[in-house]
């Protein structure tokens, strides 16, 4: 089978799209043949080595899938030959990634496709939806009323946040980097929506929430806590997901009086079982047309190592030319 990967850690140069062996679905899994696939940032911070996990090479690049389940393991009674399935969390831990024509894929991680939902959609909403959900209901435990912040509205997270948070009757607050991206906050369903390279965004966020904002869902690597904990609420919390080397300064006497909170995790250490709520919701709400995929850029199977540039560019280097999810098409 046709398979982006890679064999050793290095740039995205480092990634081959050559042939592999289709794998055959083990206990339990199904094997899919992808249609789809998105590029996050974890799959930058594996390829690179930064982020370390376990890895077999080859290693197939990629996380987030949609196709049509193949062929089935033994005892996988989950799902069934022909079903268009998506999931997320391969290519972690351990696991095989997806970037290929086929992956074998355990069907814990199996969610069913909406019949109206193209692959490349599916595929686009999994890790970055599966993440605005755990952080804004597991962790945040957001409540409809509630005012929420989340940085970056028209990025991969962002825009899931912004949808979920309304879909849920809370008022949302985001920004982005360019006009026509905050026209498309907007569009999501964005209460307020800020220019962050013109607008005063503190300043507007005390207005649209003069007593603070309740779930703050911070998706930057270098969260500015000095300006930002005085915004929130009293009890409000404020959800961390990245930064790996940010060191930033915590303004105690702003946060503990109002009883704040910090939460921070990632999506991969969620179980299965712990995912499963938020990918059932998901599929919900794309039914209802209540949740909408973002895709900004689709390239080919073939161009992977260029996809990977792309996002880099973009999610590490802040080029400003991506609103959305990059996809890879397999076929
Ligand atoms: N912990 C977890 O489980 C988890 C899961 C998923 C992602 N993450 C991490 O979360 C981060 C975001 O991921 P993503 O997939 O959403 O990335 P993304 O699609 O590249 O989005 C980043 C967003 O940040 C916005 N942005 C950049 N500078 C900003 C600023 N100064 N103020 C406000 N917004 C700004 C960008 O807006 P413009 O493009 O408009 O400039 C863009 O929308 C990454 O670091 C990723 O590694 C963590």
């Known amino acids: 089978m046709r398979a982006a990967f890679i064999e050793q850690n290095g740039p995205p140069e480092a990634i081959r799209v050559g042939e592999l062996p289709t794998p055959e679905p083990?206990?339990?899994?199904?094997?899919?043949?992808?249609?789809?696939?998105?590029?996050?940032?974890?799959?930058?911070?594996?390829?690179?080595?930064?982020?370390?996990?376990?890895?077999?090479?080859?290693?197939?690049?990629?996380?987030?899938?949609?196709?049509?389940v193949e062929k089935l393991g033994p005892g996988a009674t989950g799902v069934q030959v022909g079903d268009r399935v998506w999931g997320s969390n391969q290519g972690l831990l351990g696991r095989q990634g997806v970037a290929a024509e086929f992956a074998a894929i355990d069907q814990e991680w199996l969610y069913p496709t909406p019949a109206l939902l193209p692959d490349v959609d599916a595929a686009a909403m999994a890790l970055v939806g599966i993440t605005a959900h755990l952080g804004l209901f597991h962790r945040g435990g957001?409540?409809?009323?509630?005012?929420?912040y989340v940085p970056g509205g028209a990025g991969g997270v962002g825009s899931m946040v912004v949808q979920m948070a309304k879909a849920v009757g809370a008022r949302v607050a985001t920004s982005a980097g360019s006009p026509e991206r905050v026209e498309l906050c907007r569009r999501l369903g964005a209460d307020l929506a800020l220019d962050y390279k013109a607008d005063d965004v503190p300043a507007r966020l005390r207005e649209f929430a003069p007593e603070g904002i309740d779930v703050w869902y911070e998706t930057q690597r270098e969260p500015d806590l000095e300006t930002n904990i005085p915004l929130l609420r009293k009890r409000g919390r404020m959800i961390l997901i990245a930064g790996r080397s940010a060191r930033p300064i915590l303004p105690l006497g702003s946060f503990y009086p109002r009883d704040g909170s910090l939460l921070g995790f990632a999506m991969f250490n969620a179980t299965a079982e712990e995912q499963r709520p938020a990918g059932a919701e998901m599929v919900r709400w794309i039914e209802e047309g209540r949740l909408k995929a973002l895709v900004g850029h689709e390239f080919a199977l073939e161009d992977a190592a260029e996809a990977?540039?792309?996002?880099?560019?973009?999610?590490?280097?802040?080029?400003?030319?991506?609103?959305?999810?990059?996809?890879?098409?397999v076929d």
């Open 142 to 148: 957001l409540r409809a009323g509630e005012s929420v």
């Open 26 to 68: 083990g206990p339990g899994q199904a094997l899919v043949r992808i249609r789809a696939v998105a590029i996050n940032p974890i799959d930058l911070y594996l390829r690179s080595g930064q982020v370390a996990m376990p890895m077999a090479f080859p290693y197939v690049i990629a996380s987030d899938f949609a196709g049509v």
């Open 308 to 329: 990977h540039r792309f996002l880099e560019s973009n999610t590490l280097g802040g080029a400003g030319s991506l609103a959305g999810k990059v996809v890879l098409l």
